[in-house]
C-alpha cells in the first residue's frame, strides 16, 4: 500500500498552471491571426479542388499526360500550402518580443 501526502492542490500544480496558460494564449489570438485563419479557411479548398482537377481529368488524354499534369497538381499543392503564412505569424510576433527583449524593452500586451 503507498500512500502520498500532497502539500498543495492539483490547481496549483506546475502542470495545471502551465495547462492554463497554453489555454489563455490559444484563446487570445491576434488580429493578424484571425485574418490569416480565415484567409486559409477559404483558400486551402480553392487550391485543393484545383490541385484534384489537374491530376485527375488529365489522365483521359493519355496516360503521359495523367503524370505530367499530377506532379504539377501535387507542386501546386506543396507551392499554394498556407501552412507556411500560418506558422509564420506567431514566429514573427515571437521573434519580434525577442529583439524587443533584447534591447530591454518590455512589450505589454
Known sequence: RLMVRTTVPVED?????????????????????????SFARSYTPKVLFIAFVMSTFSWFFGVEEGRKWTLRGLIIVVIACPCALTISTPVTYTAGLAATAQKRIIVKG
Open 13 to 37: 500544480s506546475a502542470v495545471s498552471r502551465l495547462i492554463k496558460l497554453v489555454e489563455e494564449s490559444a484563446s487570445n489570438r491576434s488580429p493578424t491571426e484571425l485574418v490569416v485563419d
